[in-house]
């Protein structure tokens, strides 16, 4: 089967959150699964510096947009992929400096509009056949708002392959004026409730909706949530007229890079059967890059460890609300990492000053220390107020760092509760997200942590579980055919 995959980020090539991630592994999964799937992004500046070769594949002349500009479909290798890939190379729109959405002062990108509706445009037209000789493809499997505008353009083709969209994040939907929409020359076909309209403006992410065969989105439980107005941006009405073509499909993580026994940033390797004495010594080495000399009274109390964006989404202003009442309770310590919102990054480093020998940070994004976070923590806190899937509690379960996470989204289809009595138990869950019940849980792990018997069982439960992409892939799998 030909499977074109696009997306606007990939790892390692250019990663802004969790779809970079999705964008490498899944296609990676399907090839292993014999597909031929070839993964389609837009030549930013800092994709086009990182490979290795280049080769022109065909030309295209946009009728849309400002510029209606020529594009250039690309084929580059990298050393991280076993195939080539894809790249869509208009220099004006895509050779800057900056990251895929917003520039160096963090704003949005003056013509995200044009940038993703060209690119849509583009692959539609390398989907249908029309620039490489001899490919076409079978099924286009769209991700998030930025390729929203794909499914659209593929209507217009009598033969079209079928059409896969999948929101990662329903609270990006890539909403512009209806004015940026006529000066991009769009169809008028779309202007509709039933097309890309949307409360007078218009929506990429809508578009994907309306328009693909089959929605699909990064967990089971998150796919019922955003048919609910509390998780729905206005869409739980559309999503909830096609939850016919609309399921969830747990993203996976990359078992290779994310291994215990193996991770090259870890100093010391573990694995289910043998999780001591590796864990502690990595949490020995995680207390001594913040710390001059790591007392045995400092291993044997808890560690909690975070790896976020600081914003309240991720539950960071009931952690930090939380942190003071534990040190007085307790005798955890806390490593916290993130960068977000100027404000908590304050807060944290107030905490850090006030409990020097107690709370440690690293504010910014390291991938070494988010890997030592995981293996030197004890527990893991994501107490998110909503989450479409989750990564780093899949990454805790596998390092046997028990997470404290909220019902919702992907946690609850990953997280089980250890007060359940439940042989699947794997960590602690919270069903509100507010600090009474977010200490609550905490207590109860630290409970939970003086128990060394009991908390090895839970620790082998959370890494014998399996999150591989092949389980994922095989279900989109069954979805494409």
Request: overall charge negative; proline content about 5%; glycine content about 8%.
């Amino acid at each position: 089967m030909n499977v074109l995959f696009a997306s606007s980020e990939v790892w390692p090539l250019v990663k802004t959150g969790g779809l970079g991630d999705v964008a490498y592994s899944l296609p990676k999964a399907l090839q292993a699964l014999g597909q031929d799937v070839k993964i389609i992004l837009p030549a930013y500046r800092e994709v086009l510096e990182s490979c290795d070769g280049l080769k022109i594949l065909g030309w295209m002349d946009s009728p849309y947009g400002y510029q209606t500009p020529t594009i250039r479909l690309l084929e580059a290798t990298h050393p991280q992929f076993d195939q080539p890939f894809w790249l869509v190379d208009c220099q004006s729109l895509y050779d800057r400096v900056g990251n895929p959405y917003v520039n160096e002062e963090g704003y949005d990108w003056f013509d995200n509009a044009e940038r993703f509706m060209q690119f849509s445009w583009a692959v539609s037209q390398i989907a249908t056949g029309q620039v490489v000789d001899d490919w076409r493809a079978d099924v286009v499997h769209a991700n998030d708002w930025q390729c929203g505008l794909i499914p659209a353009f593929l209507d217009h083709h009598h033969h079209r392959p079928k059409r896969v969209f999948t929101i990662h994040n329903l609270a990006f939907g890539g909403h512009f004026s209806k004015e940026i929409y006529q000066s991009l020359k769009l169809p008028d076909t779309w202007w509709s409730p039933e097309g890309a309209e949307f409360y007078g403006g218009f929506s990429m992410l809508k578009a994907g909706l309306i328009y693909s065969d089959a929605i699909t989105t990064v967990s089971p439980t998150y796919a019922k949530e955003i048919c609910t107005s509390a998780f729905g941006y206005g869409m739980d009405g559309i999503l909830s007229s096609r939850s016919y073509k609309l399921s969830g499909i747990l993203n996976g993580i990359d078992e290779k890079i994310w291994d215990p026994s193996s991770d090259s940033y870890l100093p010391h390797h573990y694995s289910v059967d043998a999780i001591e004495p590796g864990k502690l010594d990595n949490k020995r080495a995680l207390l001594s890059e913040h710390i001059d000399t790591v007392s045995d009274a400092a291993l044997e109390a808890p560690l909690f460890g975070m790896v976020s964006r600081l914003t309240e989404q991720k539950g960071i202003d009931i952690i930090t609300k939380a942190i003071p009442a534990m040190m007085m309770q307790t005798n955890a310590n806390f490593v916290l990492m993130g960068s977000g919102s100027s404000h908590y990054e304050a807060v944290i480093q107030d905490l850090r000053n006030q409990y020097p020998d107690r709370v440690f940070c690293y504010l910014g994004y390291s991938e070494k220390m988010a890997h030592m976070v995981e293996a030197g923590s004890d527990i893991f806190l994501m107490p998110s107020r909503y989450e479409p899937c989750g990564l780093n509690q899949m990454y805790s379960l596998r390092y046997g760092t028990l997470p404290i996470v909220t019902n919702t989204g992907g946690l609850a289809d990953t997280v089980v509760d250890a007060s359940d009595g439940n042989s699947e138990a794997n960590g602690f869950v919270m069903n509100s997200s507010d600090v009474n019940t977010l200490l609550d849980t905490m207590h109860r792990a630290v409970d939970a942590f003086k128990d060394k018997l009991g908390w090895k069982t839970l620790q082998q439960t959370a890494m014998n579980k399996d999150f591989s992409w092949k389980v994922s892939a095989e279900q989109y799998l069954e979805l494409y055919k």
